[in-house]
């Protein structure tokens, strides 16, 4: 008899696409395309803004307002710093990036940055240092918001999507 061997399953990396806004779905199908999952956001117009649960009880405009001001953990809020270490402070400021790595088991995260969006261009060395004490490799991009960069992204995505296989 021969024996069948089972057919070599190619596991695809598990990302996150972290960052501001992405209006152009070109650029998860790129991602995609070059042979990764994305399997969750931490966008501002994605996941995160459906994270936090309004409180209930009490004056329902209050409670919707504490939680797009205070509760959505983004960039454009200042937050207090957390007592103690660095670390917490990290942890404090990007838990649900943590959350959510591990709810989806993702295998790196690909923060998307527009040049020019500098609340969040200020918050990048934190938040790659926080994924570094996850260690969940992360590869940074920063976006002129034009066609003409799509070939350099493929490249370093392609490049980054390597690394972590």
């Given at each position: 008899?021969?024996?069948?061997?089972?057919?070599?399953?190619?596991?695809?990396?598990?990302?996150?696409?972290?960052?501001?806004?992405?209006?152009?779905?070109?650029?998860?199908?790129?991602?995609?395309?070059?042979?990764?999952?994305?399997?969750?956001?931490?966008?501002?117009?994605?996941?995160?803004?459906?994270?936090p649960?309004a409180?209930?009880?009490?004056?329902?405009?209050?409670?919707?307002?504490?939680?797009?001001?205070?509760?959505?953990?983004?960039?454009?809020?200042?937050?207090?710093?957390?007592?103690?270490?660095?670390?917490?402070?990290?942890?404090?400021?990007?838990?649900?990036?943590?959350?959510?790595?591990?709810?989806?088991?993702?295998?790196g995260?690909?923060?998307?940055?527009?040049?020019?969006?500098?609340?969040?261009?200020?918050?990048?060395?934190?938040?790659?240092?926080y994924?570094?004490?996850?260690?969940?490799?992360?590869?940074?991009?920063?976006?002129?918001?034009s066609?003409?960069?799509i070939?350099?992204?493929?490249?370093?995505?392609?490049?980054?999507?390597?690394?972590?296989?």
């Amino acid at each position: 008899l021969i024996q069948r061997k089972e057919p070599t399953v190619h596991k695809a990396p598990r990302i996150m696409v972290d960052g501001a806004c992405i209006d152009n779905i070109d650029f998860v199908k790129l991602i995609e395309d070059s042979g990764a999952n994305v399997v969750v956001d931490s966008l501002c117009i994605g996941t995160r803004d459906y994270l936090p649960h309004a409180d209930v009880g009490g004056d329902p405009l209050d409670a919707l307002a504490r939680r797009y001001l205070d509760k959505i953990n983004c960039p454009r809020t200042y937050r207090e710093k957390a007592e103690g270490t660095y670390e917490k402070d990290l942890a404090s400021r990007f838990g649900d990036i943590g959350s959510l790595s591990k709810q989806f088991k993702v295998d790196g995260v690909i923060l998307y940055v527009y040049k020019y969006c500098d609340p969040f261009g200020f918050e990048v060395p934190a938040r790659k240092a926080y994924l570094d004490s996850l260690n969940i490799p992360v590869l940074y991009l920063e976006d002129e918001y034009s066609a003409g960069t799509i070939g350099r992204l493929r490249t370093r995505i392609q490049a980054f999507l390597e690394v972590i296989e």
